[in-house]
């Protein structure tokens, strides 16, 4: 392992870890103005294109609830933003996963040990016993779901029910990379909170923890990140930002594909370069994110389009993983996304 991808590894700690938030004040301030008013919404979708916080902010929220359950206490009544010290016994037990209060529901390893694509039913039904629990009677149950984007059907269906009916001081941290893909129920239930993508110079703060600030590298990097400190780091892996500028010039170009250049881009993939098939990977999910936003303006008319092309997300998706998981070659993936985006864009 490089020196380059050991630091990358590092800076990518998990947001239950990551104390400090950046480029987001007016979304922080809207969800402690919201608690300090007594009032809050039970349920939030917290949304924006992947890597720049949302699950840092629901982490943030849920450790400020959980370390003040009064809300119109002085101390919060006083507070300047949701920060609480790393020291804090809250903070602690969240970093370890280990406070009552706090349910995360996201993708698990299955009984082989290979990372689930879904969020499953059995997962999102310990909702139930979670809010139901006496263990925090005195106190506020917080879940955080990261991302609502991967509940099965049926998963999303037993979220939604029991954010029908929500408990008293309960409090829904739904994060999603696309929202507007969210069952429409369960939309209609949180309050929608929007993030920005992060400034170039909030990306190399974000990070700059473990990095050299000043390494060109990463100045380039952040440029070419748009506002994601996820795709930042994965473009700071070798050749990773080239790959993505290749993967880009092909994406213009359809519905026409040059199966030339798909060899390429299949052989630059490497056999088993996770950094490459990340990049790879996020740059057809930027592309694809950024087709879906256009046509949400005009949903009615561009309905069907709008479907083929979430559901060719979803197999991308699950072709990705499995060709990771399984150390699958990478050149029949990269001819399956294309001929896959080819068809739904004509």
């Known amino acids: 392992m490089s020196p380059r991808q050991t630091e990358r590894e590092t800076a990518m700690s ?25 009032r809050i919404p039970h349920a939030w979708l917290i949304g924006g294109p992947q890597g720049i916080g949302k699950a840092t902010l629901a982490y943030r929220m849920a450790r400020f609830v959980l370390a003040h359950g009064q809300p119109l206490a002085p101390s919060v009544q006083r507070a300047e933003d949701l920060a609480i010290n790393p ?71 037993a979220l939604l029910k029991i954010l029908e009916e929500p408990p008293q001081q309960s409090l829904f941290l739904l994060v999603s990379h696309a929202p507007a893909r969210v069952l429409a129920t369960i939309q209609s239930r949180c309050r929608k909170l929007r993030l920005r993508a992060l400034a170039t110079d909030d990306v190399i703060a974000a990070t700059a923890a ?39 010039a092909l994406l213009a170009r359809l519905p026409q594909v040059d199966p030339r250049e798909l060899h390429t881009v299949g052989e630059s993939l490497g056999t088993s370069d996770r950094v490459a098939l990340a990049a790879f990977i996020d740059g057809i999910d930027r592309w694809i994110a950024e087709r879906l936003h ?53």
Not at 19 to 38: D, I, M, P, Q
Not at 118 to 144: L, N, P
Not at 214 to 228: H, I, K, M, Q, V
Not at 308 to 321: G, T
């Open 14 to 38: 998990h947001p239950r870890e990551t104390s400090v938030l950046f480029g987001h004040r007016e979304a922080e301030t809207a969800l402690l103005a919201a608690y300090r008013s007594g």
């Open 87 to 157: 020291d804090h016994a809250v903070a602690r037990q969240v970093a370890a996963s280990s406070h009552g209060g706090l349910l995360t529901l996201e993708r698990t390893a299955n009984d082989r040990g290979v990372m689930r694509t879904v969020i499953t039913v059995d997962e999102t039904r310990e909702t139930i016993g979670f809010f139901g629990s006496t263990a925090t009677a005195e106190g506020w149950r917080v879940c955080i779901v990261d991302t609502v984007d991967e509940l099965n059907p049926n998963a999303a269906n």
């Open 210 to 248: 473990d990095l050299d600030p000043n390494d060109p590298a990463l100045r380039e990097a952040a440029e070419a990140s748009e506002g994601s400190v996820a795709r930042a780091l994965t473009l700071l892996g070798g050749d990773a930002l080239k790959l993505q500028q290749r993967t880009a």
């Open 294 to 346: 256009a046509d949400e303006a005009n949903a009615n008319q561009n309905l069907p389009r709008l479907a083929r092309l979430a559901e060719v997300w979803e197999k991308i998706v699950r072709a990705a993983r499995d060709t990771e998981t399984y150390n699958l070659e990478r050149k029949p993936l990269v001819f399956s996304v294309f001929g896959w985006l080819a068809d739904a864009t004509r």
